[in-house]
């Protein structure tokens, strides 16, 4: 079933799209701004504990042992096997490959190679299996599933010119992925690893996060009447059925039994309101400032740990326009079951973050190429290319 993607949804995804493809184009370039430090300390923060440029640190080999790019051109790190190996993408001359990494030792296992571009690999929340999204062109996804050990599950093609892909976190077998064509046309599709097979989706909008295992969350945007707010609605795979689940939020995700909804504060529209629900019921909530967009807000990149309980989030010091605001952000924890929070660093750059399974350690920047030590309140660099 096809629709025409909403503009609020599309933005966060014509980012991911661009950002994919100039990974694609130009892999062998390497931004300069990776070998800055972060940006500097705000003064502003009362609760300032460490800054960027105090902790951020030359990596201690008898410590954390850093990827050593000899051959090829480092592309990204996908994230955490487990607490110790981490995966990362190497492109070379004839394709791409995938590796594991072990930071202890300082070992890499070749886990994939594709003679094609990879765009990105996804590691299945139970840390059991990952999934390759290859680009044979610029109109074709090659999917390919693997165990961490390399050994290959399933494979399927599907045209595409972008992807969606969110891993059901209660039950690995199976796989939402919805495809994207270059007029922003959807199709939604669910990867079930036990049958080998790819079945069509009649959800209403393309991006679901799942609620449970037969049940998605989605937001319900009007493209008839464009607004910064929409209703989350649960979709039922079984049945097709929409029900209503919240009203009046900009942003949704679920991360297995906890969801989050963000949205305005009700009594300030300057504050974004976080809310964590178990099912239906509220557990947790907290405002933040945020920045305004031009058509919507930007809600800075986050992770939560599970086995923690516990939420990581980029803060703005004030709320104002995105695209006048260099202060900086704070990188925060929130834990879910006492409501304390903790600044874990001051002058942070928004960028992507995935933690560990034991919530210890978490990687950060745009390739995932910094490690943040959550006990030191350290920050170390995890790549090492050579240089000619």
């Known amino acids: 079933m096809q629709k025409n993607v909403l503009p609020a949804e599309m933005t966060k995804f014509l980012f991911l799209g661009i950002f994919t493809l100039l990974l694609i184009l130009v892999g062998c370039q390497r931004d300069d701004e990776n070998e800055k430090d972060e940006t500097k300390t705000s003064d502003s923060s009362p609760k300032q504990e460490t800054s960027v440029e105090e902790k951020e640190e030359v990596i ?21 096997a487990d607490n110790e190996h981490v995966l990362y993408i190497l492109e070379g001359s004839s394709g791409a490959n995938v590796y594991s990494h072990n930071i ?12 094609s571009p990879i765009v990105s690999v996804m590691i299945s929340p139970s840390k059991e299996y990952f999934i390759v999204h290859a680009a044979p062109s610029t109109n074709e996804a090659l ?16 045209p595409s010119s972008e992807l969606s892909i969110e891993w059901n976190p209660f039950d690995d077998s199976s796989i939402l992925i919805t495809s994207f064509t270059e007029d922003w046309d959807f199709t939604v599709w669910e990867m079930d690893l036990k049958q080998s097979s790819m079945t069509e989706v009649a959800m209403p909008q393309p991006f679901g ?18 607004s910064l707010y929409a209703d989350a609605k649960k979709f039922d795979l079984e049945t097709g059925a929409s029900n209503d689940y919240l009203a009046e939020i900009f942003q949704v995700d679920s991360f297995g039994d906890v969801s989050v909804a963000v949205g305005a504060d009700e009594l300030d529209e300057k504050k974004a309101r976080y809310t964590f629900y178990q099912d239906t019921n509220e557990i947790f909530s907290f405002e933040t400032p945020h920045l305004s967009r031009y058509s919507d807000w930007l809600v800075p ?13 980029y803060q703005p010091l004030y709320s104002t326009e995105a695209d006048v605001y260099q202060e900086g952000f704070q990188l925060v924890s929130y834990q879910l079951d006492s409501g304390e929070n903790e600044v874990l660093f001051d002058g942070m750059e928004n960028t992507p973050i995935s933690c560990s399974p034991d919530g210890q350690k978490c990687l950060s920047g745009y390739y995932l190429e910094k490690l943040i030590d959550i006990e030191s309140k350290k920050i170390i660099t995890l790549v090492n290319e050579k240089k000619d």
């Open 60 to 80: 201690s080999t008898d410590r954390i042992a850093p990827i050593q790019v000899k051959d090829g051109v480092f592309q990204t790190i996908s994230g955490w």
């Open 104 to 115: 202890k030792n300082g070992s890499d296992t070749l886990l994939f190679d594709s003679e």
């Open 143 to 158: 999917l390919t599933v693997l165990t961490l050990n390399g050994e290959p599950i399933m494979e399927k093609s599907i």
């Open 209 to 226: 996060y799942w609620l449970s295992k037969e049940k998605l969350l989605y937001l319900d945007w009007n493209i008839e009447e464009p």
């Open 301 to 313: 990149y986050y992770d939560y740990n599970e086995k923690t309980n516990t939420f990581l989030t």
